[in-house]
């Protein structure tokens, strides 16, 4: 009798330790299928469009020098110390001259023809800004160590009209624009 009392208490214990160590719910049926990726919104860039963007990053590394030098100066200017003055100006003459190759060479890539007419309008006024600053680069070496104050106002301009039209191209290409949310600069 021992035995099948040993036997009934193994079976009835059994299945209730089973179902004691799997606690999780069983998963209800999928009845969604998986969502496919939008490919409408997002086109790949053209190999010219490709080109353009990377000349507008190797011109874009002349901006910055320019945006260097250009710092300098209006930093020493506040100084009123005709020395640190010169050499701000020296500085940025060099600068200009650095900036006007690399912004020569990324501009011999950008092709405006790259992009369809909404978007070639952008990449168009871009690119002639671009033309602007290195047609001024030469005079920003000539000039800047004599009179670095009226170099620094022509470039300012000449950089905040470039900011603009990259902002704008960015825009019309579908790219997030990062100064959008940078407070203005005074």
């Known amino acids: 009798m ?72 209006v930093r020493v200017h506040s100084v009123r110390d005709s020395l640190k003055q010169r ?12 900036a006007r190759g690399f912004m020569a060479s990324g501009r011999a890539q950008m092709l405006p023809s790259a992009y369809d ?11 002639q800004l671009i033309d602007s600053l290195i047609a001024y680069a030469p005079t920003c070496e000539r000039t800047a160590r004599r009179k670095p104050g009226p170099v620094a106002d022509r470039l300012t301009d000449l950089l905040k009209r470039y900011e603009g039209a990259v902002a704008t191209w ?14 203005p600069s005074h």
């Open 2 to 73: 021992r035995g099948v009392a040993a036997l009934i208490v193994v079976v009835c214990l059994a299945p209730s330790r089973g179902r004691a160590q799997d606690t999780t719910p069983p998963k209800p049926a999928d009845t969604n299928p998986p969502a496919v990726p939008r490919t409408d919104s997002v086109v790949p860039p053209t190999p010219a469009q490709e080109r353009y963007i990377g000349g507008l990053r190797t011109a874009s590394r002349g901006i910055a020098q320019l945006k260097d030098g250009l710092e300098r100066v």
């Open 170 to 183: 960015r825009v019309a290409v579908g790219l997030p624009n990062p100064l959008a949310n940078q407070p």
């Open 87 to 98: 050499e701000a100006g020296r500085r940025l003459g060099g600068l200009c001259g650095a």
């Open 117 to 127: 007419p909404p978007t070639r309008i952008a990449a168009r006024q871009l690119a």
